[in-house]
């Protein structure tokens, strides 16, 4: 069964063109530098039902790379097999490589734990621990891998809550429950979570979909952050978001990888037509 | 937005309002049954109270104090009672709490989707096996195999401890235990698998995506999720270990003794009652009996208030409640 892409429904983004960031210089690709991931002939299906098409992409380091494409697309399952979360559900295969840095990812013997150590993830609903205190939901990443020393889960604590922007809120209230905060301070909370054990990589899947606008700047200047130490992958439904803080776009149609380049590119001379109809909200 | 289209027909666009006595009677009925339930309580407590008047009278408060039990001299006292119910009933929950939570953990988060169902099938056919056959069952079956070979074991590697002393019967405080345990498994399973069922997979893929392990997720994402809940199905499985009445007279042995240990026979409040009274033949002994009975409400009533308070202090989501 193929699923027919339904049109972009946002209203805004018909209206409203999204513009490439102006402040930013256009990002250059460091060819010199390894790339992040490096992506080859990768295909995925769930059963029988294929959800990725021979998708060949090279995430550079210490980017913001934006995924955007409508509904359904397979952005969520590109996003999934970068740290190998796909495998949770049952009955999915891949073929094709996939590389960190080097290291292919999917090599036998290769403990998926291991691969989720040095890719941290964020999901579109916080899920913070609601059993932990706000403290011990940013060290249980620290403390499953055996760190015992206080003082350097201290030190990591707060720099965690630091890197998300919440240490100025939560630094008197610690040992409240994670799910006493407010749902952007709870995103924010999982990031740090995430942050915590020093991933090489972040993947967020629609991290500002279920916050306000406010919330949703926040994480936003956060990933700005971000990009200063970490490489980062976001999945987004808003191309203003993507415009604003990504530095390259792939855009996805129908589990294939339709165009992949700088975001200025995407979003003001994009090669491809389909990409330049989604863009633009004119689809179809 | 397009305008509601404009009713045409004179009359319509007006929706018929549903006539009202449905809605009133429904509510009535429902009160009635509600009511009913509570009338109904009330009742049984207060016939409990009237039958056992005399015997409250005759002994007073230290009817709970005294382990004297002995119709010929018309002495009655409800301490080895109690003290058998809470001991078998605490011996049945600390072997199927676990027993039960892990098979739930192993049909939840582990075993291949198609292996599920088979599983559950067989615990519920376990629920539904009636008591007297566990029963029977335990006489001829378990307890001469626990009093060969478990007992035996247990004596020779843990016979230091007081547990464990003793000569060994085969009926007996651990017997009833045991078959008691295997009595409530189906509930604690089945409610601890609904509520590990209840836990939202984002917060098991929270732990997975912080590289936990199998192991771990279910430590930091399921158990500690669900905590409060099978807190829950530990209680309920409690309340009806209490009140297991006929596979405990079975294999108890049916002596009203306070013993350290577990091999030595015992008696149960619900047994008992089951037991004595056809042979009840004084009005005190009658009583007395009666007296149990109301013990073992109050006792069920009272286990039940301390675990709802143990749960307000248990931090977490989800309603413990299951009852
Ligand atoms: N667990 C699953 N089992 C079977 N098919 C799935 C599963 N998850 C996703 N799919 C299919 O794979 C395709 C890609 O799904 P995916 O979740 O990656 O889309 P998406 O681009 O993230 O969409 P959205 O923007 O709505 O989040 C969809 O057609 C979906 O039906
Ligand atoms: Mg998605």
């Not at chain 1, 809550?161 to 999982?190: I, Y």
Request: charged letters at 15%; hydrophobic letters at 50%.
């Amino acid at each position: 069964m193929v699923q027919t892409a339904p049109l972009p429904v946002s209203s805004s983004a018909s209206t409203v063109r999204p513009s490439a960031p102006a402040s930013k210089p256009p990002p250059a690709v460091p060819v010199d530098d390894l790339p992040a991931f490096d992506i080859q002939g990768f295909s995925l299906w769930y059963g029988s039902r294929q959800a990725l098409y021979d998708v060949s992409i090279r995430i550079p380091a210490r980017q913001v790379t934006a995924i955007i494409g409508p509904s359904g697309c397979g952005k969520s399952t590109c996003l999934r097999a970068l740290n190998r979360m796909h495998e949770l559900t049952p009955g999915t295969r891949i073929v094709g490589s996939l590389r960190l840095f080097g290291d292919d990812l999917y090599a036998s013997g290769i403990d998926p734990a291991y691969v989720r150590r040095r890719v941290g993830m964020v999901f579109q609903k916080s899920n913070p621990f609601p059993t932990m205190s706000i403290e011990e939901n940013v060290l249980v990443g620290l403390r499953l891998n055996g760190v015992r020393d206080r003082a350097f889960l201290q030190e990591r604590l707060e720099e965690s809550l630091r890197m998300s922007a919440l240490w100025d809120e939560v630094k008197d209230v610690l040992n409240r429950p994670g799910t006493s905060l407010s749902g952007g301070q709870q995103q924010r909370l999982c990031i740090a979570r995430a942050l915590a054990v020093q991933p090489e990589v972040l993947l967020m899947d629609e991290p500002c979909s279920a916050l306000d606008p406010i919330a949703t700047a926040k994480i936003e200047e956060l990933i700005q952050l971000l990009r200063e130490r970490f490489t980062v992958v976001i999945v987004t439904h808003n191309m203003q978001q993507a415009a604003r803080c990504s530095d390259r776009t792939a855009f996805f149609y129908m589990g294939k990888l339709i165009e992949y380049a700088a975001t200025r590119e995407i979003f003001t001379n994009p090669a491809n037509p389909q990409t330049e109809a989604y863009v633009s909200g004119r689809f179809g | 937005m397009s305008p509601l289209p404009r009713p045409t027909t004179p009359g319509a666009g007006i929706l018929p309002v549903s006539p009202r006595w449905p809605d009133r009677s429904f509510r009535w009925l429902a009160l009635l049954a509600a009511l009913s339930i509570v009338a109904l309580i009330v009742l049984v407590g207060w016939e409990l109270y009237a039958g056992a008047a005399l015997a409250v009278k005759k002994f007073g408060v230290g009817f709970l104090g005294s382990s004297d039990w002995n119709p010929v001299t018309d002495k009655y006292g409800a301490l080895p009672f109690i003290f058998g119910t809470l001991v078998s009933s605490v011996i049945a929950l600390l072997i199927a709490v676990p027993l039960g939570v892990a098979t739930a953990l192993f049909l939840t988060e582990m075993a291949p989707v198609r292996m599920r169902q088979p599983v559950i099938t067989v615990i519920e056919m376990l629920a539904a096996v009636p008591s007297v056959i566990f029963g029977l069952w335990g006489v001829f079956v378990l307890v001469p195999w626990l009093r060969d070979h478990v007992f035996q074991w247990f004596k020779h590697t843990l016979g230091f401890l007081p547990l464990f002393k003793g000569p060994i019967y085969g009926p007996s405080m651990l017997a009833a235990g045991v078959v008691v345990a295997i009595m409530i498994l189906p509930i604690i399973t089945s409610v601890s698998r609904e509520i590990l069922r209840s836990v939202p997979n984002l917060q098991r893929e929270a732990a997975y995506a912080l590289g936990a392990t199998h192991w771990e997720v279910i430590r930091i994402a399921v158990l500690s999720y669900a905590r409060r809940g099978l807190f829950g199905a530990a209680v309920l499985g409690l309340g009806r270990a209490l009140g297991e009445t006929m596979a405990v007279t079975m294999v108890i042995g049916n002596r009203p003794d306070i013993s350290a240990s577990l091999f030595a026979p015992g008696y149960t409040l619900a047994s008992v009652v089951a037991n004595e009274f056809t042979e009840a033949t004084t009005d005190v002994y009658l009583s007395a009996l009666f007296e149990l009975g109301l013990v073992l409400v109050a006792l069920t009533i009272v286990i039940n208030a301390i675990a709802q308070l143990m749960l307000r202090t248990l931090a977490g989501p989800g309603s413990g409640k299951v009852m």
